[in-house]
């Protein structure tokens, strides 16, 4: 049987990723702050089974804590392999520098690396232990390489998110290991962090009214578009490990 663990699982693109991951067959293994209660409907009619845990993801404890009862549970099971989506991240804060929160700073940094590092290393250590193959995927952004006005804060975290997954990739391969890892970038989709990003203001903002005419001129991918193609990528393997693939590569 596989499995898949992903964060963000109740909402946007990581809900659209868990509907694709139970129509190939998966079990599912929801975590976020809430939960989509259509999700174990549909894994119910699908005969697969699902597992929802309630996690802060910007709470370190509770991130290890939520991990461990998920290998708990994992143990009890027959694994073929299993996928791994830290698919969950924030946006905020979208300031300038000089005047960012530093709660908004912080959250940032513990949702969008801190709790994707911790979660890889006590699946990936599992995997070891246990000799299944597990699957890494993280939702990364082209803001990890191009620096945004007003996105200090996001731009840093995804960046670090992708060396993160470049150089976990080199471990792998360094002790020959048959885990995989690879990161993906969505591009721009019609999601709540795009709401957040066109209710900011121009002087926190500078491109706030470029995002805005994305909305108004529809050029906003669906993110079930952009899951069934990161599902097929992840279900194939036809990807290099370590790599970061935009999501127009995969639709060209």
């Known amino acids: ?65 939520t991990c461990t009862q998920i290998i708990d549970f994992l143990q009890g099971q027959c694994v073929e392999k299993l996928y791994v989506v830290n698919n969950a991240g924030v946006i905020e804060p979208i300031e300038v520098v000089g005047h960012l929160s530093s709660t908004s700073v912080k959250r940032s940094l513990e949702v969008n690396v801190l709790a994707p590092m911790l979660i890889t290393n006590a699946f990936l250590a599992w995997g070891n232990w246990t000799n299944t193959k597990v699957i890494f995927a993280a939702i990364t952004s082209g803001a990890g390489s191009q620096p945004m006005h007003g996105w200090s804060a996001y731009c840093s975290t995804k960046a670090a998110l992708n ?58 991918r669906q993110t079930d578009e952009v899951a069934d193609s990161f599902v097929r990528l992840l279900v194939e393997e036809t990807f290099e490990n370590g790599a970061i693939y935009h999501v127009n590569q995969l639709l060209q």
């Not at 659209?16 to 939960?35: F, L, Y």
């Not at 549909?42 to 309630?54: G, P, T, W």
């Not at 066109?198 to 050029?219: C, I, P």
């Open 1 to 65: 049987m596989n499995y898949v663990v992903i964060t963000g699982a109740s909402r946007g693109l990581g809900y659209s990723m868990a509907k694709q991951m139970i129509n190939k067959g998966m079990h599912i293994i929801s975590v976020s702050r809430t939960e989509n209660t259509s999700l174990p409907l549909l894994a119910e009619e699908h005969n697969r089974k699902y597992m929802h845990y309630a996690c802060d993801l910007s709470n370190v404890d509770q991130v290890e804590q």
């Open 163 to 220: 060396m993160f997954i470049q150089t976990t990739s080199i471990e792998i391969e360094h002790q020959q290991l048959f885990h995989k890892i690879v990161g993906l970038s969505p591009g721009i989709m019609d999601t709540d962090m795009q709401t957040k990003i066109r209710a900011s203001t121009k002087e926190a903002f500078a491109d706030v009214e470029l995002f805005r005419q994305y909305k108004n001129e529809g050029m906003l």
